[in-house]
T-cell receptor, first 114, second 115 residues
Framework: DAKTTQPNSMESNEEEPVHLPCNHSTISGTDYIHWYRQLPSQGPEYVIH???SNVNNRMASLAIAEDRKSSTLILHRATLRDAAVYYC???????????????FGTGTRLLVSP | NAGVTQTPKFRVLKTGQSMTLLCAQD?????MYWYRQDPGMGLRLIHYSVGEGTTAKGEVPDGYNVSRLKKQNFLLGLESAAPSQTSVYFC??????????????FGDGTRLSIL
């Protein structure tokens, strides 16, 4: 499985934008970039994913570098509820059965101050 | 919408005891997974299932068994609990259609302590 590298922690103030980086220099052409987050005492929650183009949804935006070796999860206005561990995960879109496991690293712990 | 439901939420066992963790999903998903999460670490895959009646080993399967007799349920068993199995256990499910484009949906976890 291709590896991702994320900072251990980041801090933000409430209502400010947050840019969470992820490096994946060994990404293959068929890997999707997925982001999950885990709030305290809860299971992981899907945030967003993309392949080549930037993506937006109600939770966040995903900016993917042109060479796909890095990506950035953007929270446009951080709230206290966004304090969580954010995981950047690569998933190969090809597979014998369509099953693709998620390989979690240690993620980035986002701290949000009022 | 219930999504993925795990029972029990907490449990304390003595070394050598056995127990079964239950995961139920109401989204008609084909794929189901069991993960464990130890303090300060990411989740690790224990076992998974790609359909009713089928199971397969994940990254850390030793000491665990699983069964998927019904599509909506995935059971994780500890036959003889050991302190090293103290962890938080998460169940997840995902849809077959779309392959790796489909997100996994997680339960809120079972916190298991083995004394």
């Amino acid at each position: 499985d291709a590896k991702t590298t994320q900072p251990n922690s980041m801090e933000s103030n409430e209502e400010e934008p947050v840019h969470l980086p992820c490096n994946h220099s060994t990404i293959s052409g068929t890997d999707y970039i997925h982001w999950y987050r885990q709030l305290p005492s809860q299971g992981p929650e899907y945030v967003i994913h993309g392949l080549t183009s930037n993506v937006n949804n109600r939770m966040a935006s995903l900016a993917i570098a042109e060479d796909r070796k890095s990506s950035t999860l953007i929270l446009h206005r951080a709230t206290l509820r966004d304090a969580a561990v954010y995981y950047c995960i690569l998933r190969d879109r090809l597979g014998n059965t369509g099953f693709q496991k998620l390989v979690f690293g240690t993620g980035t712990r986002l701290l949000v101050s009022p | 919408n219930a999504g993925v439901t795990q029972t029990p939420k907490f449990r304390v066992l003595k070394t050598g005891q056995s127990m079964t963790l239950l995961c139920a999903q109401d989204m008609n998903h084909e794929y189901m997974y069991w993960y464990r999460q130890d303090p300060g670490m990411g989740l690790r895959l224990i076992h998974y299932s790609v359909g009713e009646g089928t199971t397969a080993k994940g990254e850390v399967p030793d000491g665990y068994n699983v069964s998927r007799l019904k599509k909506q349920n995935f059971l994780l068993g500890l036959e003889s609990a050991a302190p090293s199995q103290t962890s938080v256990y998460f169940c997840a499910s995902s849809s077959l259609s779309g392959g790796s484009d489909q997100p996994q949906h997680f339960g809120d976890g079972t916190r298991l302590s083995i004394l």
